[in-house]
């Protein structure tokens, strides 16, 4: 079986489950969170959930185990995925460093300078102008929890196959 949790956003004001929440595409939509397992060979669902958009990934995983539980299910391996993290990690310093060797206009509010070239990831930083430059401090805290909240989850069923195999699926 595999699990995999994703997210639809939406423009619409007619679906009562869509809420702001961490939004992987970077969108200032609201959205909802669809769980789902996957029976691998198949290829079809087996379960799905779905979640309002505000709801964190960590929190539809324990659902999610809490319902494989129910339903009897007892031998399973998880393997968590850890390229989103590293991309993450990757962005947070390119951004960084993008802002800062920005000049800042004369003209223009640093303020507004700094939002536009940090976009969706401005709440991860934390920044001083000196003279017509950016100073920028990542924000430990915030990128500690955005983390926590981060990833995709595998769950492989029936303790056939060892860890390292499953890192390999």
Request: charged share 30%; aromatic share 14%.
């Amino acid at each position: 079986m595999i699990y995999d949790l994703t997210s639809f956003s939406s423009y619409s004001q007619m679906m009562n489950l869509l809420e702001y929440g961490y939004n992987r595409d970077g969108l200032d939509l609201p959205q909802i969170n669809l769980s789902m397992i996957v029976d691998k060979e198949k290829g079809i669902p087996v379960m799905y959930d779905i979640y309002p958009g505000s709801i964190v990934d960590v929190t539809t995983l324990k659902n999610t185990i809490k319902k494989i539980k129910a339903y009897g299910v007892e031998d399973y391996t998880l393997v968590r995925e850890i390229e989103e993290k590293n991309a993450f990690y990757s962005r947070i310093y390119d951004v960084k460093e993008k802002i800062e060797e920005t000049a800042i206009p004369g003209w223009r509010k640093a303020g507004e300078v700094f939002k536009e070239r940090a976009g969706y990831m401005a709440s991860f930083y934390s920044w001083k102008q000196i003279d017509d430059h950016f100073k920028i401090t990542i924000k430990k805290n915030a990128v500690s929890q955005r983390i926590n909240r981060m990833g995709k989850f595998f769950l492989f069923y029936n303790g056939e196959r060892g860890w390292m195999e499953c890192l390999t699926v």
